[in-house]
């Protein structure tokens, strides 16, 4: 069975400060992997993934994430924090395809201090 | 493009009625859609997979009878939480999965049952 661990369930960081969010997994394949941040009352937003290839994955608003298979996983970095970055962040897991029944870790909160 | 909608955004409800959600993929066909629930500060919880045309897939503890999933077309799948109680109250997110099987999100439904 496929699943994500995120051992940090909440992160306070300075404004302009670097960021990073680790994601443990365990799955028995090649996994997919996927995150996502979600806003208070909102839905997710797609930060970035990664299928194959380079192992360092560029997505949006700055953020970037490492695949390292001998450790499992795939944590998520920013190298300078913006008081908009304050969310939830979810990290996930899909298997066959990619995409099919994402599997989520529990989630950290990011509280961004001024 | 790939955008996801939810309706409605909330619902309040009386105990023993029934409420339906929408989900709809808004510039895209989907042939599969998957709903989530998400208790206040959880992950997301995958509750089943919805096959157009087909009967949905419940993962293992989820209600069938309680959850009636229908993806009567490629563009919409209804979720109704039939005789909702108390606590069936919680946060109600879809995902459709677009071209290369990535799942893209809706806004998701706060449901809550008085």
């Known amino acids: 069975a496929q699943s994500v661990t995120q051992p940090d369930i909440h992160i306070t960081v300075s404004e302009g400060a670097s960021l990073e969010l680790r994601c443990n997994y365990s799955y028995g394949a090649t996994p997919y992997l996927f995150w996502y941040v979600q806003s208070p009352g909102q839905g997710l937003q797609l930060l970035l993934k990664y299928f194959s290839g380079d192992t360092l994955v560029q997505g949006i608003k700055g953020f970037e994430a490492e695949f390292k298979r001998s450790q499992s996983s795939f944590n998520l970095r920013k190298p300078s924090v913006h008081w908009s970055d304050a969310a939830e962040y979810f990290c996930a897991v899909g298997g066959g395809a990619a995409g099919n029944k994402l599997t989520f870790g529990g989630g950290t909160r990011v509280l961004v201090k001024p | 493009g790939a955008v996801v909608s939810q309706h409605p955004s909330w619902v309040i409800c009386k105990s023993g009625t029934s409420v339906k959600i929408e989900c709809r993929s808004l510039?895209?066909?989907?042939?599969?859609m998957f709903w989530y629930r998400q208790f206040p500060k959880q992950s997301l919880m995958l509750m089943a997979t919805?096959?157009?045309?087909?009967?949905?897939?419940?993962e293992q503890g989820v209600e069938k009878d309680k959850f009636l999933i229908n993806h009567a077309s490629l563009t919409l799948s209804t979720l109704t939480v039939t005789s909702a109680h108390p606590e069936d109250s919680s946060f109600y997110i879809c995902s459709a999965q677009g071209v290369g099987n990535e799942q893209f999100f809706g806004p998701g439904t706060r449901l809550t049952v008085l």
């Open positions: 510039d895209f066909q989907a042939t599969t």
């Open positions: 919805s096959n157009e045309g087909s009967k949905a897939t419940y």
